[in-house]
């Protein structure tokens, strides 16, 4: 009886135990993509570790860079300053099919501008 409850405990915690758990390691690495609205242009960043988010965005109505940095958390969910200095947001979901979108705001150069991005997980 004993051996049949130690298999079933066992079996339980191994079901429970799968791959599919989100955790930032499936976020590491650089991701790049576009970004359009009220400007538009290009942009990359790179995913640490310890889900410290950095990068640059370039637009290609003024031709200027601005920063990126930030924090994507286990789930996917980035959220970033943008601008040097910082001047607006960069926010939006990362998935695990290494495909990711969501919002930008900056009010460097005034007036503030805004729109959407795309982009994927770099192979």
């Known amino acids: 009886m004993k051996k049949l409850f130690l298999l079933l405990v066992t079996t339980f915690l191994l079901i429970g135990c ?3 758990d989100e955790t930032i ?5 650089t991701w790049s993509g576009t970004y ?7 942009w990359n960043f790179v ?4 889900g410290d988010v950095t990068g ?4 290609e109505t003024n031709n200027e860079n601005y920063n ?6 286990a789930s996917g969910q980035l959220t970033a300053e943008l601008g040097l200095p910082q001047d607006g947001q960069f926010v939006g979901t990362l998935n695990l099919d290494k495909k990711g979108n969501g919002n ?5 150069p005034t007036p503030t501008r ?4 795309t982009g994927e997980k770099n192979k």
Not at 25 to 29: A, E, L, Q, S, T
Not at 104 to 108: E, L, Y
Request: hydrophobic share 35%; no cysteine; charged share 15%.
């Open 47 to 50: 995913v640490a570790n310890d």
């Open 18 to 20: 799968t791959a599919d």
């Open 68 to 73: 990126i940095s930030g924090h994507l958390d």
């Open 56 to 59: 640059t965005m370039h637009s």
């Open 25 to 29: 390691y499936d976020y590491i690495g």
């Open 36 to 42: 359009t609205g009220s400007d538009k242009g290009v």
């Open 104 to 108: 930008w705001t900056n009010a460097v």
């Open 114 to 117: 805004s729109g959407a991005w």
